[in-house]
């Protein structure tokens, strides 16, 4: 499971589209062919398309070879599917598509899916007039908005451009930012955008042993903050995601040389926000990731059920994960830049952070302000 260095844009790995017949004619669709420059078949309806023999997930990696351009039928725009039972960042998700070409041990979407293939959603006026509707409806609110929930926000940028129609859509909008999430660098399309601020651009990040042996088709580390540095000199605001933190031998060692090169390559002025959570799954996640990746050892720790009916590391393993992690972070972090948990229990925040959220207005709140505090 060696990591290639060449992948820096996964969407070399789509070899065949699938149009739903109804979206062939607009004019998105047409330009996403003509980028794309690839095979292309048209069907009736997106419920027909059968073009993957065997059955879910076996035949998930000779899935990722095919794009599904469609309709969403559904919200483009809703909250983030996180639980009550620990503390979330009230994130409003922006459904572009679902699954990418990249393929983690750890991705969960491997458990929520259904169908092997790539799905992007094709009927952006509906994304934007959706959108529109509801900042009117809530002039006061702030709106912290993801692509990055349900698939990858840049891996198919090249074929789609649609990061340029998000960033000059969201430059207009001053109660809301968007955040694009990736593991590729495919940033070309966001260069001599007008973007006012209102974008920010993030990678998850991971120990140096886990990218390379657990994130099959992404970009390296080294490749990943690169990324990160142009964007900050093309005036964008920047986050990290140190999500799932894995226990693997070196651990000690491994984030701190990611961490280390992050803050060597990155502005640290630049970042608005960094997150930690430990690894956590759905029991059937286990059954799965085991199966299609053998040689991966991530699921053979201790674990037990979380409140959330995840497994979880133990509290104590937990706690020393991040203790280490967020002490290092910490040390070389802008005093502007909030540093918070995912997912987590007060009690987590208060031994390894020294507070809860609540004595500080609440993780939305603080991530709010953390953004709209720093300059345009």
């Not at 042993?209 to 990324?227: D, F, Q």
């Amino acid at each position: 499971m060696s990591q290639n260095p060449s992948w820096g844009d996964p969407s070399r790995f789509v070899k065949e589209i699938h149009v739903e017949e109804s979206c062939l004619e607009l004019p998105f669709t047409q330009e996403i062919l003509a980028r794309a420059q690839l095979p292309f078949t048209v069907i009736p309806d997106y419920q027909d398309l059968d073009v993957v023999p065997g059955s879910y997930p076996a035949n998930l990696t000779a899935g990722k070879k095919h794009l599904l351009l469609c309709r969403n039928r559904g919200q483009f725009f809703k909250p983030c599917p996180g639980t009550r039972e620990y503390r979330c960042c009230n994130y409003q998700v922006l459904n572009i598509g679902m699954n990418c070409p990249m393929d983690c041990v750890y991705c969960i979407l491997q458990a929520y899916l259904n169908k092997p293939w790539l799905t992007f959603f094709v009927n952006i006026e509906d994304m934007f007039a959706e959108m529109s509707a509801a900042f009117a409806a809530e002039p006061s609110r702030f709106f912290r908005i993801g692509t990055g929930e349900f698939t990858d926000s840049l891996a198919l940028d090249r074929f789609t451009h649609l990061s340029r129609a998000l960033v000059n859509f969201m430059a207009d909008q001053p109660q809301a930012i968007l955040e694009l999430k990736s593991k590729s660098v495919v940033i070309q399309n966001l260069e001599g955008l007008e973007h006012k601020g209102r974008t920010v651009v993030a990678w998850s990040l991971n120990s140096t042993s886990i990218m390379a042996k657990e994130e099959l088709r992404t970009a390296t580390v080294v490749e990943r903050l690169a990324a990160a540095r142009q964007c900050a000199e093309w005036g964008y605001k920047l986050a990290f995601h140190f999500d799932p933190i894995i226990e693997h031998e070196g651990w000690q060692q491994g984030y701190a040389e990611t961490i280390s090169r992050l803050f060597d390559t990155v502005p640290a002025a630049s970042i608005v926000w960094i997150s930690m959570g430990a690894l956590r799954y759905l029991p059937s996640l286990k059954n799965i990731g085991t199966r299609r990746f053998p040689q991966s050892r991530i699921y053979c720790e201790e674990f037990i059920e979380g409140l959330d009916g995840k497994s979880r590391y133990f509290r104590p393993h937990r706690v020393e994960l991040y203790k280490h992690i967020y002490n290092l972070l910490k040390s070389r972090a802008h005093a502007n830049t909030c540093i918070y948990f995912c997912m987590e229990s007060d009690e987590i925040w208060r031994e390894v952070m020294g507070y809860v959220p609540d004595e500080r207005g609440g993780i939305p709140y603080m991530l709010d302000q953390t953004v709209l505090n720093t300059g345009q």
